[in-house]
């Protein structure tokens, strides 16, 4: 076995790029290996209704879209980071929440320092303020109850005890996508946004 100091510790995207997880490079990202892996990760582990996993990509999308609800003069930079708030998870896959909690490692700063980087190459701050990320957050936990009460078999009384009853959204229908959808509507919304469209 080789020494720790040996082993790999990057993941060779199909782009070509290699990412060091460990000390991630802003030069190393590309949006198409974004979108390609959050295309192909399944939310709730793939417990979800339908012919396809509800994937991470669509979920991005769903978020923007809420946050844009909620606070329709908001500028770009806060709709791109919205978008791209679990890309993280393009190379690190979904855990969920129970699992993350679980583990007992800093695997939120492991995560952190892999979206700065993303942030990073695509012209965000390596962090984003407080009260936009308290916004991103809402409208995750409002997709997560729309996502758990169509597609995860939750009651919706059970989805509010977890996520709160979302207010001030309209309501989504949600159809899980094929991969190779889900990927091309994450590169367009992700080019419509940096066009600013």
Same mark, same amino acid.
């Given at each position: 076995?080789?020494?720790? %100091? ?5 993941? &060779?995207?199909?782009?070509?790029? &290699? ?14 290996? +974004? ?9 709730? %582990?793939?417990?979800?209704?339908? /012919?396809?996993?509800?994937?991470? !990509? ?10 844009? *609800?909620?606070?329709?003069?908001? =500028? ?9 708030? /679990?890309?993280?998870?393009? @190379?690190?896959?979904?855990? +969920?929440?129970? $699992?993350?909690? #679980?583990?007992?490692? /800093?695997?939120? =700063? ?11 190459? $695509?012209?965000?701050? #390596?962090?984003?303020?407080? =009260? *936009? ?6 409208? /995750?936990? +409002?997709?997560?109850? $729309?996502? !758990?009460?169509?597609?995860? =078999? ?20 949600? @159809? ?8 091309? !509507?994450?590169?367009? &919304? $992700?080019? &419509? ?5």
């Amino acid at each position: 076995m080789p020494p720790s %100091n040996d082993r790999r510790a990057w993941q &060779r995207m199909l782009s070509g790029r &290699r990412l060091d997880l460990l000390d991630p490079s802003p030069l190393d990202i590309e949006i198409e290996d +974004i979108a390609h892996g959050l295309a192909r990760v399944a939310r709730w %582990n793939g417990q979800t209704k339908g /012919d396809h996993a509800f994937s991470v !990509a669509q979920h991005c999308l769903l978020v923007e879209r809420f946050v844009h *609800e909620l606070r329709p003069k908001c =500028g770009v930079p806060l709709r791109l980071a919205a978008l791209l708030h /679990d890309s993280a998870e393009y @190379v690190i896959g979904d855990l +969920i929440s129970p $699992f993350k909690a #679980a583990i007992g490692l /800093d695997y939120k =700063g492991f995560e952190n320092r892999l979206l700065s980087a993303i942030h990073l190459r $695509f012209g965000l701050t #390596a962090e984003i303020a407080a =009260g *936009e990320t308290a916004l991103i957050k809402r409208a /995750d936990r +409002i997709s997560a109850f $729309f996502e !758990a009460t169509q597609l995860a =078999g939750f009651s919706r009384r059970e989805a509010a005890s977890f996520f709160g009853t979302p207010k001030s959204v309209s309501t989504p229908r949600l @159809v899980p996508m094929p991969a190779a959808e889900a990927e091309a !509507a994450y590169i367009d &919304r $992700f080019r &419509r946004l940096s066009a600013g469209l």
